[in-house]
């Protein structure tokens, strides 16, 4: 495989991190926008991103929640009210102090300090307290309950190294809220989000997760419980790639969210929130792309197909053309993963060659060729991005099928694409979870001997609090480490615990994490 | 009809600004949410969106035009290069000064003077200089060209007096930009976006519009044309539905969006843009509401069909319930419209006929109610929200159909529907638009004698510019009367100019507008 010449100029094994820029930009994804934190999201990195918010919100609709919209400004005095939320947020946030620009009188603007705002606003860094107001608003009676509602929108949180996709000011995300009338309610509510994030990040994105609790220290402030999905990146390192949280009656009793029982008892709703964010998209390319950029799982490629037509400037052109539209139609009346083949005839000027690195670079698919010859024969010339090379001549995997066995197959072919991603990952990320450590030394002892490709370590533990998990958290801390989450689908503990030595109460997955 | 026990407090004929307040409140879309001039979409007025964004969004793909977004924010510097945009714009931003807030030792918060941002950031009031930037960079070679790009985002534009969806400091909309080789290109562009709202608001929002050129004195800053949708309201005022600009290269050459032609000679290119908001919102409700809320457009309904259970608390509720879920899923299986049917069965507590006016209030375009007799029959119960009274009985015009009548005709009753709330605003508006005036003073007494409900007059004119159509337009101020367009598909002009007495060379609609 040495032989292979590939589409990027780092590997993944000699820079991870210079890889991951790199198939941002081979891709076409995005860019730096000039503005501080801020990235553009360019037409195919935007264009996952709305397939993945079209699935997501199928999910979200299905259970019944229903979308709003909430002001992008929040008064300062939602963020006093909840001071535990403000150190949650590092008080890193926009902050909006005037309402007008006018000429400074040397060819410049300044904000005209006549349009001072007598309270300055800030831009939303998540909509919880205000959403809190209103749903306190919206909730008299247990009538009114579950109230389920979520919210699509950008959200700011300033950071001072960013990276795009992974930590960005500005980033794309949503919010569920839920008010519930009982505590059961709100956490089967609970686990349901975070079972709607296992699916749609499994089954949409392929990529495989572990879902379970966050340990205390990792809870979301004013949060009782706080559950996570963690996938692991191609470096060996975590991913939280989304959360859910049961919030008791805390953020009720803070926000005032109450309600009338079927007695006339005024009560306050137990709560719950979960979210996900374009940050996803940050963990498609760390699992799914390869030395060549990026692969994108079928469900949520913009284009599932491209058809490339070689062109010649040749009068032939036009039956090459006319074979490819036909060729085109015939693949767009399919359907795969239940919905229609989403196929692009890319009739930009340019060599099919060197258009074919390009889509392979942002990892469509499928692409295909084709040319008068095969035209002639009734074929067209195929690659399937996730097998693109011939691993024993180290050469382009191409076939060759016949135009109707091709079109008719590619429902079955972009499923098996899809599969064959999840699996993929799911195969390394099993292979690079070690079990059965039992002695903190051979922690140590692991992360310094696997550098390139640490994985993660499953260990059982006494779940500590207080004090005793701080020394945890600080011993993790000095190995660059982090609990990621107990597993929800994990064994029960049968050892000690490996930081205390005491009977251990649970498993728990340690990592070094994005 | 004079018997007829309305839904709402307020009539359209009484206090038309008051009755649009109320519907926006008793169809439950939207909210003021404390943060000045920021509005809350609920969720059946974000629902509306929705369906809007996504017919609207599928028109903008079919095109061939691609999906971005760009940052929240934009350096001043890119309002100080283009000072005629910031006069457009009135100046009014919010304007982000600090990053960081921190106790102010009093137990409030306050932005960090330790945080002041070296240049403050604006908030985009639209992303069209940030997307000139990218155009700038994206375009090199006439390869690159068309480049036709779309975002949909909030805005924010400071506003003192607000209205909800029509005028409000943040809103959601979406930009269009293109960017061509020639002016030929890009005026056909031009003319296929404004063909596209044309379509969309007609066909799916079922507003009947006016298309056509603006007059100078109303293009946008820097456009060589604009051009836009114009919809009557039930108070005879139009609004402003969509604008589609023909640039020519000034935008090109603010922003430096360039391009090498076939024979190595840089070019600029010539650019569109195009624009529609979430204020189209507030069109359907001007124009389909009734004395009884509101009446959503089948297509653009987040329910067409909602189902009421009319259940007693006894043991046959069961059955109820299992012969409404029949229904219901009967219902969800057909297709109308080009969409699978969307339909509700409504199981929240209350009563259905409670429930009923909710729905009726909120415009769902068909409420079928099922009790037990109505299942022992094999029947429902059904209203259309169109056509809600029996205008002889005064009563509710409900029918009685069978069931799997009902099923297998719920098809072209959506179809109907949609056509009827189309035609009846196309008849309303065709009617009070007044052709034949050709004296200033018929113009006066016009709207003098017509307070209510003024509607429309086509004049001829003489195109004047510069200081005659100032005053032409300060004329028309007097009377609160601006031009709307000169109508695209209208008749040529045969007379003389109102205002100049010249020969006239167009027809121009004058009204009192939004
Ligand atoms: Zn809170
Ligand atoms: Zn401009």
Chains 1, 2 share one sequence.
Request: hydrophobic share 40%; charged share 30%.
């Amino acid at each position: 495989m040495s032989n292979i010449r590939h589409a990027l100029t780092v590997k993944r094994e000699d820079d991870f991190a210079k890889w991951y820029q790199e198939v941002i930009s081979a891709a076409d994804m995005a860019e730096e926008s000039g503005v501080r934190g801020c990235m553009v999201f360019k037409p195919w990195g935007y264009g996952i991103w709305e397939r993945v918010q079209r699935l997501m919100d199928d999910r979200i609709k299905e259970a019944g929640v229903q979308n709003c919209y909430f002001p992008l400004f929040i008064p300062l005095a939602n963020f006093e009210r909840e001071a535990s939320h403000v150190d949650g947020f590092a008080k890193e946030m926009a902050v909006v102090t005037h309402h007008r620009l006018i000429a400074d009188g040397k060819g410049g603007l300044i904000p005209d300090p006549e349009a001072k705002l007598e309270e300055p606003l800030v831009v939303r860094p998540t909509s919880e307290t205000i959403i809190g107001d209103a749903m306190a608003r919206w909730t008299q009676s247990w009538r009114d309950l579950p109230l389920m509602i979520n919210q699509w929108a950008n959200v700011v949180r300033w950071e001072m190294r960013t990276r795009m996709f992974l930590r960005t000011s500005e980033f794309l995300w949503q919010e569920g809220h839920t008010a519930h009338a009982d505590k059961q309610e709100a956490l089967e509510e609970t686990h349901r989000a975070l079972e709607m994030y296992r699916a749609c990040v499994e089954e949409d994105l392929a990529l495989p997760v572990i879902a379970g609790e966050k340990p205390e220290n990792e809870r979301f402030p004013g949060a009782d419980e706080t559950w996570s999905i963690e996938a692991m990146m191609q470096d060996g390192k975590a991913l939280q790639a989304g959360t859910s949280h049961y919030l008791g009656t805390n953020f009720a009793k803070a926000a005032g969210i109450q309600y009338q029982d079927r007695e006339g008892t005024q009560k306050f709703c137990h709560t719950t929130s979960w979210g996900t964010s374009t940050r996803m998209i940050g963990g498609v390319i760390m699992t799914h792309g390869d030395d060549d950029g990026l692969r994108v799982p079928p469900r949520i490629a913009p284009f599932q197909v491209v058809i490339l037509p070689m062109l010649r400037d040749k009068p032939e052109d036009e039956a090459t053309l006319a074979y490819c539209e036909q060729v085109r139609a015939g693949i767009a009346a399919q359907f795969s993963l239940g919905e229609k083949v989403r196929v692009l005839l890319d009739k930009t000027p340019g060599k099919a060659s060197a258009k074919r690195w390009d889509w392979v670079r942002k990892g469509a698919p499928v692409v295909i060729e084709i040319g008068s010859r095969d035209m002639e024969n009734g074929k067209v010339a195929a690659i399937r991005r996730d097998k693109l090379w011939n691993p024993e001549t180290g050469k382009l995997a191409n076939s060759f099928p016949q135009r109707d066995e091709f079109i008719s197959g590619i429902s079955d072919l972009l499923e098996d694409i899809q599969n064959s991603l999840y699996t993929e990952a799911r195969d390394r990320r099993d292979a690079n979870i070690t079990r059965g450590v039992t002695e903190w030394s051979e922690v140590t002892e692991f992360y310094k001997s696997n550098g390139k490709y640490p994985g993660w370590i499953e260990v059982q533990w006494s779940k500590p609090s207080g004090a005793v998990l701080e020394k945890v958290v600080e011993q993790l801390k000095e190995e660059k480490l982090t609990i990621r989450n107990v597993p929800r689908d994990g064994d029960d503990a049968d050892g000690t615990c490996i930081f205390t030595g005491e009977p251990a109460v649970e498993r728990i997955l340690i990592a070094r994490a994005y």
